[in-house]
């Protein structure tokens, strides 16, 4: 009897998850990536009748399950931890290294500290640098994270919509949000330095700076999302979708270095959190990104080029209240009260055991510390 009560209590994290609103062909690649016996970053077990032990890769654990799951947790946490310093070098040395490359050749290029650093010189060197480390400081941890898991592509890129009428709320929720959040961290936002780096640089009207801008609000927000809902959510979701959520938007908002944007961006990462899982789809998370980006380049441009209280202010702020309002209406009524829960996922740890092992995994702690400092320099300087 006792140990007919222990099995009963083996959860198969494998074969019974179960994202309701994801494709058959996501969650059956899902399970198979899952069920590979060298895959470290993969947490299951299967029971087994033989014995009250349970079994994970070839072998039987000595562990519990809650301590494997512990293990894997801390295995991914210094995984990400490293795609997350990578992301901090890029951004933060990579273009010192490039610039001191060009002046090393003579080419007319300079980087000047003034609370921010910017770049100054030739228009062209200054065009290619500043976006090549807008791209790279996604790109490269994005690229380091797949090389290592080996998602499918069906997990870590699902495309299909499984409920595009749902996503009406969610452009006017972010709309709204960017407007708020966005208005009141304007004046002591790092996220706008992009935009301005440019602006100061670039004379007005000029083909590079309209390039920077579309490639910035179009073809960076899918990068990001690549990262950020591509592959760290979609691997952490093995965990629960609210831990994995709850956990990107945390790292996402320790990308910013600046209190104001990490409230913004975090906010925004659990909205878009929230549409991802109930649409299935990644489609609807670099459309929402991609709305809060045109937002953010219209509060700088208004901030930049017109006045607080203009027409034109009113309308950017304005809109997006009313058309939340009507969608958050429309969605009350016409919600499926029926709908399946959406974090079916049962695992062995509680949501605080998961993030006492995720974050404390010590090249996640050195990326915190470094963020954290950042953010308190940033703070200092502005």
Not at 1 to 24: G, N, R, W
Not at 32 to 46: D, E, G, M, V
Not at 49 to 76: D, G, Y
Not at 256 to 284: E, K, P, V
Request: charged letters at 15%; glycine letters at 4%; one cysteine or more.
């Amino acid at each position: 009897m006792p140990e007919e009560t222990a099995l009963q209590k083996v959860i198969d994290v494998v074969e019974d998850f179960s994202c309701p609103y994801q494709t058959d062909a996501y969650q059956e690649a899902f399970r198979s990536w899952r069920r590979k016996k060298q895959n470290p970053y993969a947490f299951r077990f299967t029971k087994n009748p033989k014995e009250t032990a349970f079994s994970e890769s070839q072998s039987s654990a000595i562990q519990s399950p809650a301590q494997t799951e512990q293990r894997v947790l801390s295995r991914l946490g210094s995984l990400i931890g490293y795609a997350m310093i990578c992301y901090l070098i890029i951004e933060n040395i990579l273009d010192k290294f490039v610039v001191l490359l060009m002046q090393f050749l003579h080419l007319h290029i300079e980087i000047v500290f003034s609370g921010e650093s910017r770049l100054y010189g030739d228009e062209t060197l200054v065009f290619w640098v500043a976006l090549s480390i807008q791209f790279l400081k996604y790109l490269v941890p994005t690229l380091m994270l797949q090389a290592v898991l080996k998602l499918p592509v069906q997990v870590s890129i699902p495309l299909k919509i499984r409920k595009p009428n749902k996503l009406l709320s969610g452009f006017a929720l972010v709309m709204l949000l960017s407007a708020g959040l966005g208005m009141l961290s304007a004046p002591m936002s790092a996220d706008l330095e992009k935009y301005r780096l440019m602006a100061g640089t670039t004379n007005p009207g000029n083909y590079k700076i309209i390039i920077y801008i579309l490639m910035t609000i179009f073809i960076l927000p899918l990068i990001t999302e690549l990262l950020l809902h591509g592959c760290m959510f979609q691997i952490l979701r093995q965990f629960g979708d609210l831990f994995a959520a709850v956990s990107t938007a945390l790292l996402a908002a320790a990308l910013t270095h600046n209190f104001f944007d990490a409230l913004r961006i975090g906010l925004i990462h659990l909205t878009i959190s929230y549409y991802l899982i109930h649409t299935g789809s990644f489609w609807s998370a670099a459309c929402l990104r991609i709305v809060h980006e045109i937002y953010m380049f219209a509060i700088f441009y208004l901030e930049t080029y017109d006045s607080i209280g203009s027409r034109e202010w009113w309308i950017v702020l304005l809109l997006p209240c009313l058309l939340s309002a009507g969608a958050i209406v429309h969605f009350f009524l016409t919600k499926n009260k029926t709908a399946p829960p959406t974090d079916q996922n049962i695992t062995y740890l509680n949501l605080r055991e998961k993030a006492e092992a995720f974050f404390t995994a010590m090249p996640m702690v050195g990326f915190l510390i470094c963020s954290i400092l950042l953010l308190t320099i940033t703070a200092m300087l502005t």
